[in-house]
C-alpha cells in the first residue's frame, strides 16, 4: 500500500528494475506515472486497452478501460502504451518528468533505449542488439517516439503483470467502462519536495544524506 501523500504508482515505479538504465533515488523521481496494459482474445472479443495516470503525490489523472481487438498481445501492449502517452500529453505539462510502467520486458528495453539514444550527447547509443518492434507495432512505436521527445524526461519500468494496475482495465473493459465516463482532469503537482535540488543550482549534494540505490537502480535486464 502506498505511503500517505504518495502515489501507488510511484511505489511500483521506485520497486521495479528500468532496464539498461540506473540511477541513484535523488533522481529516479518524477511527476506524473502512467501504468498500461494491453490484453488480447483470439476471437477478437473481449480484448481492451488499459491506463492509470497518477501525480507524485497520489492525484489521480485519469483512468481508461477500452475495448480493442490487436490481432496480437504484442500489438496490444504497445496500443496501450501509445493511448496512454498520448493522454498523458493532453493533461500534463510539457517540462513534466514522466515514469512509465508496463509489464512487457521488451517494450520496457525499447523504451529506455530510445530515451538513452536521443539524450542528446552526440552519440547514438542502442542496448546491444537493439530491440525489435513486434510487426503490427510499427505505427505505434513511431507515436510512443514522438512522445518520449515531447517529454522533458521519461523512463520506463518492467513490472510483474499481476501487480499492474491498468491489467484488470485492459482484461475487463465491459466491466470498468464506467471509468471512462469521469471528467477529463488536467493536473500539476505539487513540487517534488527536498527529493532534489532545483535545477541549476550548485552543490545540494554537500549537506544531504547518503542515498542508496533500490534494486531498480542496478544494471540489469528485467529479466535479470
Known sequence: MA???RSTLRDLFDDSP?????????THHRHFYVATDGSYRRDGDGG???????????TRVARLSVPDAAPNNNVAEYRALHLGLDVLAARTPDDAR?????????LAG??????????GDGTEWR???GERIPP??????????????????????????????AHPLANAPREYAHVNRRADRCVVPEPLGGSEPPRGSA??????????????????????
Open 3 to 5: 505511503a500517505h501523500g
Open 18 to 26: 528500468t532496464p539498461h538504465i540506473a540511477h541513484p533515488p535523488r
Open 48 to 58: 481492451g486497452l488499459g491506463v492509470v495516470i497518477e501525480a507524485h503525490d497520489g
Open 98 to 106: 514522466i515514469g512509465v510502467l508496463v509489464d512487457h520486458d521488451n
Open 110 to 119: 525499447a523504451v529506455n533505449g530510445e530515451v538513452l539514444a536521443g539524450a
Open 127 to 129: 542496448p546491444t542488439g
Open 136 to 165: 503490427g507495432s510499427e505505427s505505434h512505436w513511431r507515436g510512443i517516439c514522438a512522445r518520449i521527445a515531447g517529454f522533458d524526461e521519461l523512463r520506463a519500468a518492467r513490472l510483474d503483470g499481476r501487480e499492474n494496475p
Open 203 to 224: 552543490g545540494g549534494e554537500a549537506n544531504a544524506e547518503p542515498q542508496y540505490p533500490p534494486p531498480s537502480r542496478f544494471e540489469g535486464r528485467a529479466s535479470d
